[in-house]
Every structure is written in C-alpha cells, then in structure tokens.
C-alpha cells in the first residue's frame, strides 16, 4: 500500500501586504519508484539484517561523509511480496556498522559492531510481530566489530572478528534466547574478520574473510553444534572477502562478484552456478519462501531462483534512473524533467527514449521546447513528434518563457567570454529578436531564474573564477528593462526558483561550489521588494532541486544533499505543496484551534476530534524543544508561564498527520 506523508504548515510571513504561506506538504512516490522516498533504505555501508516471516529486514549501517560518519540505527522490511520498502521501528540505541545479526525462533538478533572510535558490545532482540526492540545481555567477551554469526536450533552464535585496534580474536560464543544467556564454545580454528557465513541443517558454515596479517583467506569451516567441534571442509574456489553468504533448500551460497558458488554440505563440494550476479561492495544476502535474497547499498533488491537458477531484479532503487533537477517543463497533467516524465494525477513516473539528450527550456501554450541533440526543437505531447527550430543564436545558460515568448540570456562563449546578451524567442514567427542586454555582473552558471507574472527574475550564479553572487534582477519585457532588486539571503549556486500563487518561491542551494547547502525556502514580494523569513519546509538542505507548479500545487524534490568540499548525495523524493487547503487526513479535524495567539500564560488546544492520543511539541525559532506532552482530550490546557517571550512553533501529531501552527508568546 502506498504511504502518504502529510505536513500542514501555517506560517504568517511578515509582510505589510499579509502575504501568506499556509498549506499542506505531501510526500508522493519517490522519483522512478512506487512509495515514497522516505520509505526506502537510504544509501550506506557495513549495515546488517536478516529474515523472518516473509519480510527481509535491513538496517543499520554507515555513510562515510567527508565532514565525518554517521553511524545508523534506522531499520526496514522489504515485502517481497508487495515489492516494496517499510519503514520499521528504529534500534533505541547507538547507531553502528558491521554489527553480527541472525534470526532464530522467528525474532531477530543484532548487536555490537562499531560507533567510532569504540566496539560495541551491547545486544538486541527484534520482535516482527510487535515491531519492537528489547535489549538483551551484552555479549560478554571483548566488544568487536566484523565477525561472523548463524542460528542452528534455536540457538545463536558469534564468533571471530576484531576490536577498534584491529586485534583478531578466534573464540566463539552460543546464545540461549530462552535463558538469554552466553556460553563459549569451542574455540573457532582461525583468527579472522569479515568472514561469512551460513547455517544448513545442524551444521555451521564460515568461509573466507581476511586474517590478521590482512590476506585474503579461503578456508572453510564446518560446526558441528551437537559436539561442539569445528572441522575443515572444502576451501572456498576463490581467495577473497565476498560481503554476503545465505543458506537455501539444505545449501549454503557465497557470491564472488559476477559468480554464485553453491556449497553442497552432503558431498563437501562448491559449484559454480549459471547465475549473474550484479556486483556490488557491500550485499546482505538472506533466504525466504524458496528464494534468496540480495539487498545492496542503495536499496535494490535481487531474487535468486534455484529452480531456474537465476537472479533478477525485485526492486531498482530510483540511484539506477537519471537525475532530474531544476525547473520541470508542464504540459497539462505531465510535468517533463530530462529523460523522465511525470503524470500528475497518478502520480506515476516514467522513462521515454523520445527523450534521450534533452534539455527541456520553456513551455508556450501546448508545446514544449528543448535543447535536443544540440539543436533547438518544439516537442508536441499530443503527437509525440518533435520539430527543428531556428538555432538560438549564441551559447546560453539560462532560459525562461514569460507570456507568450520564450527567452536566453547569458552563457560561455569561446575562452572565458560570457555573453551579456537577452534573445526573445517568437513561436508563431519561428524567429529570435535580441533584447536588452543583462546589465548585472556577468553570471556563467549556477544561478536561478524564474517569473512571478509578467516579469523574470535572475538570482544568484558564479562568474568564470567561480565568484558566487547574491545579485537578483527582474526583467520587464513590456519595457524592455533590467532593474536591481534586493539581493537574496546569502549568495548562492544551484538554488530554485518559482512561481506559485503569483508568489514567488526561493530558496535551496550552495554559498560557493565546493560548499555546503542551504536550507531555507523564502517567499519574495516583488510589490515591496522583500524576502520573508524561512518558511517551514519538509526538504531540509540541498542543492539543484526539482520543481514544477502543475493542478494548482507546487511540487518540489529530488536535488543533492552536498557534505563538504564537493562531495553530494543524490536525493529521490517528492513533495506537493498545496496552500489551497488547510488540513487533511481523518483522525485530526479541520476545526482544530490553538488559542489565544498570541498567548502569555497559557494555551489551548481546542477543536480536536481525538480518535487516537496527540503528541504535543513546542519548538522555538531555531528549533528547540521546549515542551512535549500527549493530549488526552480535546481542550487540552499548556502552561506557558515559563516561556520566555518570542516565536514558537506549536506541532501536534498523530500517526497519519503533522500540524504546525504559528504560535506568539509575549
């Protein structure tokens, strides 16, 4: 079933005019994918998982940022048989990667692995039916990260790796859940991290790994639970550290880059399969209703059939599609955005090779038109066909339509030369008539154009020594006039910019282009020439986002979330924004009141229609919690006789719904 997000925002902007951000965000399908992006495993290293009943859960983990690593605690489930992604209760503890996990008794293990610059120890039992975690006894060795684990009769074990300072360790230990208790075992015959492992029938398996003099190992082990006793069997057929090994059907399966080996424990033989596998640095791999399973970093998922022996796509994560980023193109119920489309109604992407090496640039009317293949053609939706136009006269970098014309301005010309030039594009002539001369510092990319009527505006760019500007200009075609305008908030590249509700949104970005982004959408009222404050956004920090105003909402998403010193990560979702209504969802009514406002000593919640219990939040300015609480009932009293004076955001929540209100405390 397909997850809607919803956030209403109320924000009154401060302008004299009472101009106004108020609506709701609602998160859509994520780019190229069925479910929202939030619902899907963000992309990362070292995580861990297992299956039980149906679902293979997936979690935990690393993102290796240039500012520093960030240790995950996030967990989900695909449903192979839905096909898609959920979003699992979180581990109530330290995020970590290269944890030990197995599954035993239909519940879920996973615990100590690594949160820089410690080993954990710690241990956790994961509960599918409750979705619930409860934390266990530690494991009472030393703490280590990169060892091996498998079930065998309702028990678990754990074994090898090494701690922080890369000492190895070969002992290993049995888990009881019953007792939930620890007991050695026999010890493991080797010194080994990053081995892997599978459990077929009474016996363990491990295989592989790296040793302590850092060597690829390709030895494999056998163990026998009943007598506790370690044996060797056949060597692996490859010397290296494959990521992922899992156990179908009385069999064991390593992968080795494009190769699947079979272990057969009866025969104590490896065969090498006619599988493909896709390669991948890091891969779980589990097993469930006859199939294996492989989930990469980013999300996609294979499934292995033995009968026909073949592994194929179950779920592409939208990292395996183009990006789309900036202004979209919207013609009727489709919005166009590079080689995609997006249905609106639907709210379905899709591919079309009709649209291989395009650059879409403006919308007149019916048509679109676009930099194909270098030159400039007209694309009728209604036909699929495109038509060859007059060539645009000079180089360009950025391109609007305003009324019922297309225009350029700006862009490199030979060397180090920027044109200053503005070309207005006639459709009914077929013909380009040079205009007034962009009058501001010359801007070769990175800057943001947009309309709010019948004007345009340029905001932003860097110069050819990447000299970022905070300039912002309007341009008026009736009178064929550049006029400066009030700068925007911080010089920036890669922003977006757009009209909706004859306002003009702003915002997203970089201060310079190995930078960080920004974070702020703005409203600008080209009547006072001025920017509102940051109004309440779900995006967050990004750069070159996508966006596009199509059935009275405005759409924005996917873009880049850049760390520091150039480095980005590609973002897939979508959100809607619709200020023509104020509140959706079932369990809270559009009747809902926060009173007074402004208040002083106290605040009520009325107006509610409380099916389930609220959660209460209240933030300042910068975000802050200052208040939580859960409201039983409606009229709910908060005091405030603590806050000090100032802005505050009030936000109530349930399952389905988020409500932010504007809240004044004088």
Not at 355 to 378: E, G, M, P
Request: charged share 15%.
């Amino acid at each position: 079933m397909k997850k809607k997000i919803i956030f209403p925002f109320f924000i009154a902007l401060q302008f004299a005019t009472g101009v106004e951000a108020q609506g709701i965000w609602n998160e859509l399908h994520g780019i190229h994918i069925q479910q929202p992006a939030s619902e899907v495993p963000h992309y990362r290293n070292y995580f861990c998982g297992f299956s039980v009943g149906g679902i293979c859960y997936s979690g935990t983990g690393m993102i290796d940022r240039i500012s520093g690593v960030d240790y995950l605690n996030d967990w989900y489930g695909f449903n192979s048989l839905s096909n898609l992604w959920e979003p699992k209760t979180m581990m109530p503890t330290t995020g970590r990667s290269r944890a030990y996990a197995f599954e035993t008794n239909g519940k879920g293990y996973i615990g100590l692995g690594y949160n820089d610059p410690i080993a954990l120890s710690d241990f956790w039992e994961y509960n599918p039916t409750s979705d619930s975690w409860t934390q266990k006894n530690s494991f009472p060795a030393t703490s280590r990260i990169g060892g091996f684990s498998f079930a065998i009769n309702g028990k678990g074990y754990i074994g090898g790796g090494a701690d922080a300072n890369n000492q190895f360790f070969n002992d290993f230990w049995e888990y009881d859940p019953i007792s939930n208790a620890w007991s050695s075992k026999a010890t493991f015959p080797d010194f080994l991290s990053d081995a892997v492992s599978f459990s077929v029938n009474q016996y363990g398996f491990v295989t592989c790994g790296i040793d302590s003099s850092f060597t690829f190992r390709y030895a494999t082990y056998q163990y026998d639970a009943t007598n506790d006793l370690w044996n060797s069997v056949a060597d692996f057929p490859v010397p290296e550290s494959p990521s992922c090994a899992f156990s179908l059907l009385n069999y064991g399966y390593v992968p080795s880059d494009t190769m699947l080996y079979q272990y057969d424990p009866v025969i104590d033989s490896w065969t090498l399969k006619s599988a493909t596998m896709i390669p991948g640095f890091d891969i779980l791999a589990t097993s469930m209703n006859g199939f294996g399973y492989f989930i990469y970093s980013n999300g996609d998922v294979f499934e292995y059939d033995p009968v026909i022996d073949s592994v194929y796509i179950k779920y592409n994560s939208p990292s395996n599609f183009p990006r789309v980023g900036g202004a979209a193109i919207v013609l009727g119920d489709t919005a166009y955005t590079g080689m995609s489309k997006y249905v609106i109604s639907s709210d379905q992407w899709e591919m079309d090779t009709n649209f291989i090496n395009t650059v879409w640039l403006f919308a007149i009317d019916s048509f679109a038109y676009a930099n194909r293949s270098f030159t400039f053609q007209r694309y009728d939706p209604n036909t699929g066909s495109w038509t060859i136009l007059q060539p645009y006269p000079v180089n360009y970098s950025y391109a609007f339509s305003l009324l019922d014309k297309g225009y350029i301005v700006l862009g490199m010309d030979t060397g180090t030369s920027i044109p200053n030039q503005l070309w207005e594009y006639d459709p009914v002539a077929d013909q380009w008539n040079r205009k007034a001369d962009f009058p501001g510092a010359n801007i070769y990319g990175g800057g943001t154009v947009f309309t709010i009527k019948d004007r345009s505006y340029l905001a932003g760019g860097y110069d050819t020594l990447f000299n970022v500007s905070s300039q912002f200009w309007e341009y008026d075609p009736a009178s064929d006039l550049w006029t400066a305008k009030a700068d925007i908030i911080g010089p920036r590249i890669g922003g977006f910019g757009i009209e909706y509700n004859n306002k003009g949104f702003f915002g997203f970005g970089l201060d310079d282009p190995t930078g960080v982004d920004y974070c702020d959408l703005r409203i600008y009222d080209p009547v006072l020439d001025t920017w509102s404050s940051p109004i309440a956004q779900p995006l967050g920090c990004r750069n070159s986002v996508m966006g596009f105003v199509g059935t009275n909402k405005l759409f924005l998403g996917s873009g880049k979330d850049r760390y520091t010193l150039g480095y980005s990560d590609e973002l897939y979702d979508l959100w809607s924004y619709d200020e023509n209504i104020l509140f959706a969802g079932t369990n809270i009514r559009s009747s809902v009141m926060v009173y007074p406002n402004p208040a002083s000593s106290y605040l009520v919640i009325g107006g509610l229609n409380v099916t389930d219990q609220l959660q209460i939040e209240i933030l300042s300015c910068t975000g802050v919690k200052k208040y939580e609480g859960i409201i039983a009932h409606d009229n709910s009293t908060i005091d405030l006789r603590d806050f000090a004076s100032g802005i505050y955001f009030v936000k109530l929540s349930n399952e389905k719904n988020i409500i932010v209100q504007k809240l004044v405390i004088q």
